[in-house]
Nanobody, 125 residues
Framework: QDELVESGGGLVQAGGSLRLSCAAS????????MGWFRQAPGKERELVGY???????EYAGSVKGRFTISRDNAKKRVYLQMNNLKPEDSAVYHC???????????????????WGRGTQVTVSS
């Protein structure tokens, strides 16, 4: 069992930046694939990107080149740096953790076992 807590959301003008943080409590954080998701009102939840335990990161096409995921395993934190924000980036952002059976490192396609409650990001035009 793990608890994930996001922070760093807020209101920003288009073109601005925000850095979201996700803190985990579990002992196996370094093995997690950490994903960032977002959900806007009336829309389905979408994957923003993820960071695998080996450092590989992948991003949705809509954010590639603007968003960067990084992680600090010693602090059990994953970050989402969002630059050049657009109004369509407005959503509740959630972090999630994927771990395989027996606490093994998960392999794609990732199933996310733990979820944070989310943090609101609003981008004004």
């Amino acid at each position: 069992q793990d608890e994930l807590v996001e922070s760093g959301g807020g209101l920003v003008q288009a073109g601005g930046s925000l850095r979201l943080s996700c803190a985990a409590s579990g002992r196996t954080f370094s093995r997690y694939t950490m994903g960032w998701f977002r959900q806007a009102p009336g829309k389905e939840r979408e994957l923003v990107g993820y960071s695998q335990s080996d450092g590989i990161t992948e991003y949705a096409g809509s954010v590639k080149g603007r968003f960067t995921i990084s992680r600090d395993n010693a602090k059990k934190r994953v970050y989402l740096q969002m630059n050049n924000l657009k109004p369509e980036d407005s959503a509740v952002y959630h972090c999630a953790a994927s771990i395989g059976p027996g606490l093994r490192i998960a392999v794609p396609p990732f199933e996310y076992n733990y979820w944070g409650r989310g943090t609101q990001v609003t981008v004004s035009s």
